[in-house]
């Protein structure tokens, strides 16, 4: 019995610390050894019989014998490192009346208080060869106390406040009881209640960290709620403890700030009614009776933030409708004429029409680079000479185009090697069409889409949603295709870099600078969209660092040093390097499968880069398989153990981040919007993989586990992510024939696909996108080149359907503001801030599927018995992409382009 309820306890987190409680309360050990007992005389304070009068007999070397098999059994039946050894409440009457204790004392010249030490150091011995820490209760800083600091134990504190201070002084650990004890009338002494009932109150109040000086906190270990049998029978323990010492959790859970009992109530009352649902007799806080239905909410218990508001007339509609309609082009427009950049293409030529003079290029935050034939590398050994035929693409997220030219110009991209090589054909030397690579910006666009519709959609149908843990599903390819997407543009932002020359050093550094502006603005606008409570709420004890903006920005930054000062071998010699021979000689645009030298020549052009990203991934796996995590709720973990309470990406980023700047449990949003993919593992949820009330026996790392999807080791991978996209971008550049990209991109995306799907099944290494393991990396790298080849075909090579393309091309080429509109809660949070009468009365929740008037409303301590596939939310969400693509034409149409 005992053992299964160690392992009962276990599986859900929680450690069960044994108490042997000795030398005194030894009644019971006389019933089987009377010998090693005092007999007491009658004491007039005790009256709940002989419990607490009779002690051991520490001159007998029985007694220590049978303690010493006793402890034993205990180490061996509770695994956990401490142990309990009581030492309270000793009757040394009982030992002054006792004539063999006397002789002994006498012999010993000691005391009866001294007798107490001399038992506890043998006491101590036992534990020590048993390997385990010890607590005492606060006893035994009278009687004992030369022995508690060498011991490093740990004091337990249940009656007396002034011990407090004095445990702390001498630098002992300490564990409360004083004012939690569930068997007192009056918990907090002098401070009485009508109702029993209502001292769940006083406890909730007691603050432990209250006139502690800062320098001494970290010795408050925690505390206990105690219910002493004396007081209690098999029928009324229930009702005693629950849900009273649930206050006590929650005190010493929660900050001090957190301190107002009218809330906890309702989170008590729910508490309660589950219990109770359980079948557990357990006892009121105040008045009520639990509903039947699923809630498991307080019948008659005051209403809170959950509950719907009064319903709003038709006319209270119909105008928050028109404000909402008017509110929204007032958005669109400040937004697009604050941080948007007007195209002057039109103008510009206008004005150098007649002239000679080439159309100035629209300003960019990022490096500027020259889309028309230039010099970009002179020595004296060879010249090379470079058309490119691209647009100016922005590296980051957002995109800093200007308005593009018509789909219709040819494509003109050409590297032509000098000295000793063919002779520059003659459309090299003159200025080449530009050419606009409009499938970049599809699956930009697409991606953005992909994103709002699983995110909104996802927790309705679980099958689209992120994985609960190991493997892929739809949601886990937005991340990496963003990351992806950032490597294609930084390949075709730093492309006027020279590779050497003078003019090398002077470029490094502009771009450099450039990327470390452009990293920061973006870094910081994702922690005012998701490092706060809500946007433009920040507490900054416990901001959120990392988010999918402050990853992207990350990548952009660690990748964009790699380009812009790692060094390229553009040309060792005609025989080691022949990437253009698929088409250069011929100057066709269909020439057939290139050559495996071919293949790989792009690769031998950066090899520092690819040594970037190999450094990279073995870091992080290193790191996965080879910290030694420390057990973690009751779990014994060590090195490569990747399951959500036991990883080591969670380890260090709690040790850097800490919990309270990762996305759980303070994940920088509104907790009810929490998104823990691993709370949908069967442990955790009833109807995996979605997101529904917890099982009975629900582990404790579901609720309390830290948790960050974009963490610190994670970005690891996701940088190499970017790696991958930044080889699209420089096969972009440096290969003229569309067949030969595909070949060059489609060989190369296979391979990492098949090669992440055998790590994933026949190599022990899953697919997981929290960890961004190695197989995913590949994987969802992989996905993102083979969709680059799709839209590549659909888009550019084979016109297929623009009109269907159109929508998401929009959407990338104004990305960010898109995101912001969609995921950044900008536009939701201005909508919230217009209501009628209630702060629940809002445009946001009429607009949007909030739950207050329609959608899924689920949080954390409402969740549903099975996912809602909820079809109303389905066609929201399409028709919210609609709105996002038509606020994108509308941007495009009057060339308002966001940047950074």
Same mark, same amino acid.
């Given at each position: ?22 030398? /005194? ?25 002989? +419990? ?24 061996? &039946? ?16 009982? !030992?002054?009346?006792?004539?063999? +204790? ?249 004005? =150098? ?21 230039? =010099? ?13 035929? &691209? ?29 000793? =090589? ?33 995110? =909104? ?75 706060? +409570? ?42 080691? @390097? ?31 880069? !690819? ?40 380890? +260090? ?15 920088? /949003? ?103 393991? &190695? ?59 217009? @209501? ?16 207050? @008037? ?47």
């Amino acid at each position: 019995a005992v053992q299964g309820i160690v392992e009962f306890a276990r599986a859900r987190g929680v450690r069960v610390v044994a108490e042997l409680e000795v030398p /005194g309360h030894a009644f019971s050990w006389g019933l089987a050894f009377p010998n090693i007992t005092v007999a007491c005389p009658p004491l007039p304070d005790t009256d709940i019989g002989p +419990i607490n009068t009779v002690p051991l007999n520490p001159t007998l070397e029985q007694t220590y014998s049978v303690v010493q098999q006793v402890l034993q059994d205990m180490v061996d &039946l509770f695994p956990d490192t401490h142990l309990h050894l009581g030492g309270d409440e000793v009757q040394i009457e009982c !030992w002054a009346a006792d004539p063999g +204790i006397q002789a002994w004392l006498a012999a010993n010249n000691k005391t009866a208080q001294e007798l107490v030490a001399v038992f506890a150091a043998r006491l101590l011995d036992m534990a020590k060869a048993a390997n385990r820490s010890t607590v005492f209760w606060e006893e035994a800083l009278d009687n004992m106390p030369n022995l508690l600091a060498p011991s490093k134990a740990i004091l337990q504190l249940w009656d007396r406040e002034s011990e407090f201070q004095t445990a702390l002084d001498l630098g002992l650990s300490v564990l409360l009881s004083d004012s939690w004890y569930l068997d007192r009338q009056e918990p907090i002494t002098g401070v009485s209640s009508w109702f029993w009932l209502d001292t769940w109150a006083q406890m909730y109040g007691v603050e432990p960290l209250a006139q502690v000086r800062p320098e001494q906190q970290a010795q408050i270990l925690g505390g206990e709620a105690c219910m002493w049998s004396e007081q209690v029978s098999a029928l009324s323990i229930h009702e005693r403890v629950w849900p009273r010492a649930s206050a006590v959790a929650e005190r010493l859970w929660s900050p001090a700030a957190v301190n107002d009992p009218g809330e906890a109530a309702q989170r008590l009352g729910r508490f309660r009614c589950r219990l109770a649902a359980d079948g557990l007799p357990v006892g009121p806080i105040w008045a009520d009776y639990c509903s039947a239905d699923d809630s498991g909410g307080p019948a008659n218990s005051q209403p809170d933030s959950n509950d719907s508001p009064p319903p709003l007339s038709s006319g209270a509609v119909a105008a928050l409708v028109i404000l909402a309609f008017f509110l929204g082009l007032a958005c669109a427009g400040i937004l697009a004429r604050c941080v948007g950049q007007a195209d002057q293409d039109e103008k510009d030529k206008g004005k =150098n029409k007649g002239k000679g003079k080439a159309a100035p290029q629209p300003a960019a935050t990022g490096v500027s680079t020259a889309a028309l034939a230039s =010099n970009i590398a002179t020595n004296d050994a060879e010249q090379v000479r470079v058309a490119v035929a &691209l647009d100016e693409r922005s590296p980051l997220l957002p995109t800093d185009s200007a308005r593009p030219p018509p789909a219709s110009l040819p494509t003109a991209v050409a590297v032509i090697q000098g000295a000793g =090589n063919a002779a520059t054909p003659a459309a090299a030397t003159s200025a080449a069409p530009r050419e606009r690579i409009q499938s970049i910006d599809v699956f930009r666009g697409f991606t953005v889409a992909l994103m709002i519709f699983v995110d =909104n959609v996802g927790e309705a149908f679980p099958a689209i949603h992120h994985t609960p843990w190991d493997g892929i599903r739809l949601a886990d390819f937005v991340m990496p295709f963003f990351d992806f997407l950032v490597g294609i543009s930084l390949a075709i932002s730093f492309k006027s870099i020279p590779a050497q020359g003078e003019q090398r050093g002077k470029r490094q550094m502009d771009a450099f600078r450039k990327a470390t502006v452009r990293f920061l603005k973006m870094f910081l606008l994702g922690v005012l969209t998701q490092g706060g +409570i809500n946007f433009m709420q920040y507490d900054l004890q416990q901001i959120r660092v990392m988010g999918i903006l402050q990853r992207v920005a990350v990548c952009y930054y660690v990748v964009a040093l790699m380009e812009i000062f790692l060094p390229r071998f553009p040309a060792a010699s005609p025989k080691s @390097y022949s990437l253009l021979e698929d088409s250069a000689a011929t100057g066709s645009a269909s020439t057939g499968r290139p050559s495996l030298r071919q293949l790989t020549a792009i690769f031998r052009q950066y090899p520092l880069h !690819w040594l970037g990203g190999i450094l990279l991934v073995a870091a992080h796996t290193a790191v996965l398989y080879g910290v030694d995590v420390p057990p973690a709720f009751g779990l014994p973990c060590g090195r490569g153990v990747l399951t959500p309470p036991c990883n080591a990406a969670t380890y +260090i980023d709690s040790m850097i981040l800490t919990p309270d700047h990762m996305y759980y449990p303070a994940n920088g /949003g509104e907790p009810s919007s929490n998104d823990i993919t691993f709370q949908r593992l069967p442990e955790c949820s009833t109807c995996s993989p979605g997101k529904c009330q917890p099982p009975d026996d629900a582990p404790l790392w579901c609720t309390q586990g830290p948790f960050d999807p974009e963490g610190l080791v994670s970005s690891l991978n996701a940088v190499v992510t970017t790696v991958l996209g930044l080889h699209v971008g420089h096969v972009l550049l440096a290969v003229k024939s569309p067949i030969a990209r595909l070949w060059h991109w489609g060989v190369a995306s296979v391979v990492q696909v098949v090669v992440g799907l055998v790590l994933h099944y026949a190599a022990n290494m899953p697919m997981n996108t929290d960890l961004y393991s &190695l197989a995913y990396l590949l994987v969802s790298g992989g996905a993102a080149g083979l969709m680059v080849c799709v839209f590549y075909g659909l888009v550019d090579m084979w016109p297929f359907a623009p009109a269907l393309w159109a929508p998401f091309k929009y959407m990338g080429m104004n990305a960010i503001t898109m995101y912001l509109f969609a995921e950044g809660d900008v536009i939701s949070w201005a909508f919230g801030c217009f @209501y009628i009468g209630d702060p629940d009365r809002s445009l946001a929740n009429l607009l949007w599927p909030t739950g207050v @008037y329609w959608g899924d409303a689920s949080d954390n301590d409402n969740l549903p018995l099975h996912p809602s596939h909820n079809i109303a939310l389905l066609m929201w969400t399409l028709g919210y992409i609609a709105v996002t693509a038509l606020l994108a034409w509308y941007m495009f149409k009057h060339s308002y382009f966001v940047v950074i």
